[in-house]
């Protein structure tokens, strides 16, 4: 009798220990990052203004790759946008985006956004044609200093 109540408890130690593990990893499973722009930031379809921002993975579990923009506090949704996987050579220790100038008087696209340490990020889907401006633009890449889902600041 004692054997078998020692397995439940220990059943129900282990079972509380991998509840409390997903709950510690849960921005890892969705990729949640924090971001503000200071400056009028494009994504497809539409502009952010500048403010802050919370992006992450609409359903990290059905496979697809939709990418949630949000307000500060997430009480507001602004756009869920498919993406494509993209990759690169080498991680960095904070959240790295990539912008395209857009052209005069344009705010800037938003390309891709990686989480910290990671080689696989996001790239978001413009049509055709904004793919090939974009593609010709210049880029640059900003990475947040800190290793930390926040970025503090993006936009030229």
Same mark, same amino acid.
């Given at each position: 009798?004692? !054997?078998?109540?020692?397995?439940?408890?220990?059943?129900?130690?282990?079972?509380?220990?991998?509840?409390?593990?997903? !709950?510690?990893?849960?921005?890892?499973?969705?990729?949640?990052?924090?971001? =503000?722009?200071?400056?009028?930031?494009?994504?497809?379809?539409?502009?952010?203004?500048?403010?802050?921002?919370?992006?992450?993975?609409?359903?990290?579990?059905?496979?697809?790759?939709?990418?949630?923009?949000?307000?500060?506090?997430?009480?507001?949704?602004?756009?869920?946008?498919? %993406?494509?996987?993209?990759?690169?050579?080498?991680?960095?220790?904070?959240?790295?985006? =990539?912008?395209?100038?857009?052209?005069?008087?344009?705010?800037?696209?938003?390309?891709?956004?990686?989480?910290?340490?990671? %080689?696989?990020?996001?790239?978001?889907?413009?049509?055709?044609?904004?793919?090939?401006?974009?593609?010709?633009?210049?880029?640059? =890449?900003?990475?947040?200093?800190?290793?930390?889902?926040?970025?503090?600041?993006?936009?030229?």
């Amino acid at each position: 009798m004692k !054997l078998h109540k020692s397995y439940i408890m220990l059943g129900l130690v282990i079972a509380f220990a991998l509840f409390c593990g997903i !709950l510690a990893n849960a921005d890892e499973i969705n990729e949640q990052i924090k971001v =503000t722009f200071d400056k009028p930031v494009q994504i497809p379809g539409q502009v952010l203004a500048p403010g802050a921002y919370t992006f992450q993975l609409g359903d990290p579990d059905a496979g697809q790759n939709v990418v949630e923009i949000f307000n500060d506090d997430e009480s507001v949704l602004y756009a869920m946008l498919p %993406t494509i996987t993209a990759q690169r050579s080498k991680a960095t220790a904070g959240v790295s985006l =990539t912008l395209a100038e857009s052209g005069a008087g344009k705010p800037d696209a938003l390309l891709t956004w990686f989480c910290p340490g990671s %080689t696989i990020g996001h790239e978001f889907v413009y049509s055709n044609q904004d793919r090939q401006k974009l593609a010709r633009a210049k880029q640059q =890449t900003f990475v947040s200093s800190r290793s930390g889902s926040n970025m503090e600041t993006a936009g030229n």
